[in-house]
Every structure is written in C-alpha cells, then in structure tokens.
Nanobody, 124 residues
Framework: QVQLVESGGGLVQAGGSLRLSCAAS????????MGWFRQAPGKEREFVSA????????YYTDSVKGRFTISRDNAKNTVYLQMNTLKPEDTAVYYC?????????????????WGQGTQVTVSS
C-alpha cells in the first residue's frame, strides 16, 4: 500500500513558477515509477510527466516540455514537479500517482495509487 500527499499548489501569475511535492509512504516507493497528472474543470484527467524508479528516465507531455521538470528523491520518498513559465492553460488540479512497476507510464490505468490533488491556478 502506498499513500501519496501532494503539496505546493497555489495561485500564480502567468510566467511564474511553482514547485509541487508529493510525499509517499510505503516500502515500494524507491522501486516504483511515479507520475503527475492534471485535471481541469470539465476535462478528463491528462498525463503531465513521469519518472522511472531511479530518476534516470523522464517523460513529458508536449505542452509542458521545456517548462516543467520532474525529479525524485528516493531517500525522502518524495517526487517533485518544478513548473516554470506557467500559462493560464496549466490551471488544473494536479495529481501525483504511483505505479507498481519501475518504468515510466503515461496512462491513468497504469497507476495504482493516487494522491488527493493540489490546485494550481495561473492568472493571466
């Protein structure tokens, strides 16, 4: 069992930055791929970024490439999402997710554990 708690969301102006954190409990964190997803009002949950168990492999959706950076600290059981040059279209609830396997995944059904989400609002 893995429990995930996100933090770091908030209100920021366009062009600003936020750093999301996801603290995980459970013995399997260091062997699990982790992902970030987001869901805007009236839209489906969409993939944002993923990182494999070691942090050596990362993946991003096209709309955030060059602006967002995913990282992890296995000693702290934490995964991060550094978000720079934020745009109003980045406004959404951001969710952290844990996969049972070690490799990056981009589909929601590939993740077994989810956090409660943290709101990110980018004003224009």
């Amino acid at each position: 069992q893995v429990q995930l708690v996100e933090s770091g969301g908030g209100l920021v102006q366009a062009g600003g930055s936020l750093r999301l954190s996801c603290a995980a409990s459970g013995r399997t964190f260091s062997s699990s791929a982790m992902g970030w997803f987001r869901q805007a009002p009236g839209k489906e949950r969409e993939f944002v970024s993923a990182i494999n168990w070691s942090g050596g492999n990362t993946y991003y959706t096209d709309s955030v490439k060059g602006r967002f950076t995913i990282s992890r600290d296995n000693a702290k059981n934490t995964v991060y999402l550094q978000m720079n040059t934020l745009k109003p279209e980045d406004t959404a609830v951001y969710y952290c997710a844990a996969d049972r396997g070690p490799d990056t995944a981009t589909m929601t059904y590939e993740y077994d554990y989810w956090g409660q989400g943290t709101q990110v609002t980018v004003s224009s």
